[in-house]
């Protein structure tokens, strides 16, 4: 175990599970802690303390540290020797508290408090003050492709923002309300630069992103459309099955999925099922073309086509197909220009999706997490990321990939720093204003 200079150790003991070292800090104070008054101090005794420290060999360790007492003649008051090593609330080392608050964001407070013997809500405490200073400064920039979803969390659903070109989840709402919504648009850093909002069929979403952001394309995601063309080709099934005996009702719903997996997806063991199926259904077997048909519209690269590609897939919907595929022809029809952006754009909510699944996982894993934690283990589990959009290139970058910032501030990404630097080094080097920028746009 690593001391420093500043501290002596004069005793070591380790059993199966625990290590106790006996240390002491050696610097000592100059003046009076109380009076401020310099070199009146004296020796008082000394005051022996438990001090939780780092896991030493994978089991929980203390120090038992031997603290020295002064008192000053000018004002007569005594005190403890000041250690800047430990923490000025608890009984713990600044190494174990700086363990604590990264160990948090990755593992149960259980598993912690475990690992270093103290207790869960000390853990608890020491997170909730590491995340109220972090909160504090977090930075967030407005994405060129912005995406907006939803998820269920201790019976609530939270809104979820993620920067789905940079890969990174955003923010979390405590709700999903309209009026928060907007907030929070509304409050977005250079919300100018959002091209595309990528959202599911949710009205509230739409309104808020059309108030806030009228110059973003909303895009519906893909997954939110086609799932429907699957829940109507099982309400068919379900249908057909109904007819059956009990051996063939139980037949129809075991081979349910192979009717929900796209036909370039099937093994040929599948295939054959599915092919001997749809031809003694043909009820079945329409539902189940009208899905494929549905599929491969989005498979057009212009919109023109695709758009006629559904107007004439709608137009053949007959009898109970059509009445099973009501819904998605009217969610279709309800938010077409959004739906068919995506032939446009390529943009899909896929990201946030992925990340919703993350959360529902850790939060699986810490039972018993409050939103907030839940939320901060999701930002800053991976280390705290500022972000900072490019006065020249209007391009987002993190704080890490920063190599100059003016006094203004206006910030350079590294893409653009070499380019601004060859072409005004003297405003760079005076910490120019504006100007500067918009000079070496000028040149591009």
């Known amino acids: ?22 240390a002491s800090y050696i610097v000592e104070p100059d003046h009076c802690t109380k009076c401020g008054v310099v070199g009146e101090l004296y020796r008082h005794g000394t005051k022996t303390i438990d001090v939780v420290d780092l896991p030493l060999r994978m089991v929980p360790t203390t120090i038992r540290l031997i603290q020295k007492r002064y008192q000053c003649r000018a004002c007569k008051k005594t005190f403890i020797q000041p250690n800047p090593d430990i923490d000025p609330k608890r009984r713990i080392t600044k190494r174990c508290v700086d363990y604590i608050e990264k160990q948090a964001l990755r593992q149960t407070f259980t598993r912690i408090a475990d690992s270093i013997g103290i207790d869960e809500k000390t853990i608890r405490l020491i997170v909730r003050e590491h995340l109220e200073r972090v909160s504090r400064n977090y930075r967030i920039v407005a994405p060129d492709i912005l995406g907006i979803d939803e998820i269920h969390l201790i019976k609530q659903p939270r809104a979820v923002f993620t920067d789905i070109g940079r890969k990174k989840l955003i923010d979390m709402l405590p709700n999903r309300n309209v009026e928060l919504v907007k907030q929070w648009l509304s409050n977005l850093p250079y919300k100018e630069h959002v091209k595309y909002v ?7 979403y739409k309104t808020a992103v059309n108030a806030i952001l009228p110059d973003a394309q909303v895009v519906i995601d893909k997954f939110h459309v086609v799932r429907m063309a699957n829940q109507a080709v099982d309400t068919v099934r379900k249908q057909q099955q109904s007819k059956l005996t009990k051996r063939g009702r139980i037949s129809y719903k075991r081979g349910a999925y192979i009717l929900r997996k796209r036909n370039h997806n099937l093994s040929d ?12 259904e043909p009820v079945i077997e329409q539902a189940y073309n009208a899905k494929e048909s549905y599929y491969a519209i989005f498979e057009h690269e212009v ?11 709608k ?9 099973a595929f009501a819904p998605l022809v009217k969610a279709t029809d309800n938010w077409r220009d959004e739906i068919f952006a995506l032939i446009d754009t390529n943009v899909t909510n896929a990201f946030t999706e992925s990340m919703n699944n993350l959360t529902r996982l850790d939060n699986r894993i810490g039972r018993g997490y409050s939103f907030d934690m839940i939320r901060a283990r999701m930002l800053f589990g991976r280390g705290v990321e500022y972000s900072y959009r490019c006065s020249s290139c209007n391009g987002v970058f993190s704080l890490d990939e920063m190599k100059y910032t003016t006094k203004n501030p206006i910030v350079i990404c590294p893409s653009c720093l070499p380019r601004v630097q060859a072409i005004f080094s003297e405003y760079i080097s005076n910490y120019s204003t504006q100007d500067a920028i918009d000079a070496a746009k000028s040149k591009e």
């Open 1 to 22: 175990m690593f001391f420093g200079e500043s501290w002596t150790v004069s005793k070591f003991s380790e059993s199966v599970d625990h290590c106790e070292v006996e």
């Open 303 to 313: 919109r023109v086509d695709a758009e006629a590609a559904y107007d004439e897939w």
């Open 269 to 280: 063991k599948q295939w054959l099922a599915l092919d001997g199926w749809l031809k003694n």
């Open 315 to 323: 137009s053949g919907l007959t009898g109970v197909v059509a009445k």
């Open 198 to 204: 990528a959202i599911d069929m949710w009205r509230g």
